[in-house]
């Protein structure tokens, strides 16, 4: 029988420095004529739609609540996101992701997936830029619904989608911030939190998680947590 394994992103597996913010808050200039002070929101664990609303509600732009990521939307968007990405030296796959990702890829009681707050496009273009993207081959994203546990429940139905009959019913979130906790035990997954973003131990461990890393790093000890909470 197979776990779910779902990750999230920025601060978990990547840092972008920003790229993804930036890039939002250029699709919303070029879409809607817009300048809004994304500079000053606190963006953790927060999902694409939810940023771009608040954003523009920042600006003055109340009446734009719903139908925002249009596809003219997330097509400019993925136009900015490829050229603030290229223009990122400082972007950076985070310690210990890559043989974690080994480790699970090659292990047929684990399947990696997604539940992230980025738009599909963004998911891609991030993880392209690090080569991480092959190991994903289903996932949540913020395309799908503003509420983060409605994200991480869409990635559980299409792994279990996948499985079928050898999905073993448990599915663990791997997440940075006290919203991929939280938003996890609301989908009735097993959470893990690692200090690899803008929390530290203590913060984290108010959350709750099964379980607290301060990285990614110690790839056989994560594992056999990954096996036993």
């Given amino acids: 029988m197979t776990n779910l394994v779902l990750f999230d992103i920025d601060g978990t597996l990547i840092n972008a420095k920003g790229a993804g913010s930036q890039a939002l808050k250029r699709t919303i200039l070029s879409c ?18 939810i940023i771009v609303h608040e954003a523009l509600r920042l600006a003055g732009e109340t009446h734009r609540s719903e139908g925002i990521l249009t596809k003219n939307f997330l097509n400019t968007y993925e136009v900015h996101l490829g050229k603030e990405l290229e223009n990122c030296p ?17 292990d047929n009681t684990f399947l990696v997936g997604l539940a992230t707050g980025n738009v599909f496009v963004g998911a891609r273009l991030k993880l392209d830029k690090g080569q991480l993207m092959h190991y994903f081959c289903f996932g949540g994203y913020g395309c799908d619904n503003k509420s983060r546990t409605k994200i991480v429940l869409q990635a559980i139905k299409r792994g279990r989608d996948i499985l079928d009959n050898q999905f073993s019913g448990r599915v663990i979130v791997i997440g940075d911030t006290p919203h991929d906790i939280q ?20 913060q984290l461990r108010t959350c709750k998680p099964d379980a607290l890393f301060e990285s990614l790093v110690k790839t056989k000890e994560i594992v056999q947590t990954l096996r036993t909470i």
Avoid at 90 to 106: A, E, F, K, M, T
Avoid at 184 to 201: Q, Y
């Fill in 90 to 106: 400082d972007y950076r796959v985070l310690p210990g992701v890559i043989d974690l990702l080994d480790w699970l890829y090659q």
């Fill in 183 to 202: 938003h996890g035990f609301a989908a009735g997954a097993r959470t893990v939190a690692v200090c690899s973003g803008n929390f530290n131990v203590k």
């Fill in 32 to 49: 809607y004529g817009i300048s809004v002070p994304i500079q000053d929101m606190k963006l953790d664990g927060k999902t694409d739609p």
